[in-house]
């Protein structure tokens, strides 16, 4: 059921793809309230020409016409994380980098959004999957997620 709930949410808010992709999830976030100042949709698609990778997308879009300051507590804006079928993360993007302690912000005009990607090898992996997006944003933090299936 939870797959299927998955599967629904990916062909309704169905990303724009270049040709070389192929979906295999997605999922819009928006704060609680009607006009959030950010939206944010997570892609997980896989490169057509290599089938042992997936790469992660965290749209995060700007949704006013006045100017948007991110501020993050150091230099890691993002992180990308999948979790197996019991919960035990298998993978973080972030584990064994290194950041800079130094607070950083990134301004978004009215309407304008900025992407992180990054992408995991999957090594040969089978079953179902979730994967988690983070903002890691002081005044915006988001935590997206969905379920994909690598057969």
């Known amino acids: 059921l939870p ?3 998955a599967a629904s949410v990916a062909f309704a808010a169905a990303p724009s793809l270049s040709h070389d992709e192929k979906p295999i999830a997605s999922t819009k976030h928006r704060d609680a309230a009607l006009s959030a100042p950010i939206v944010t949709t997570f892609d997980v698609t896989r490169p057509k020409d290599d089938a042992d990778k997936l790469r992660f997308s965290l749209n995060v879009k700007n949704n006013t016409t ?3 300051e991110i501020q993050f507590p150091d230099g890691q804006t993002h992180d990308f994380v999948v979790k197996d079928f019991t919960g035990k993360e298998i993978w973080r993007w972030s584990e064994g980098r290194m950041f800079t302690s130094a607070m950083r912000s990134e301004t978004l005009k009215g309407k304008e959004d900025t992407v992180f990607e990054e992408s995991w090898d999957t090594k040969g992996q089978h079953g179902s999957f979730t994967a988690v997006a983070i903002l ?3 005044n ?3 935590e997206s997620s969905v379920q994909f299936v690598l057969p």
Do not use: R, T
Request: with cysteine; net charge positive.
């Open 3 to 5: 797959l299927l709930c």
């Open 136 to 138: 890691k944003s002081n």
């Open 140 to 142: 915006f933090p988001v």
């Open 66 to 68: 006045k100017m948007l």
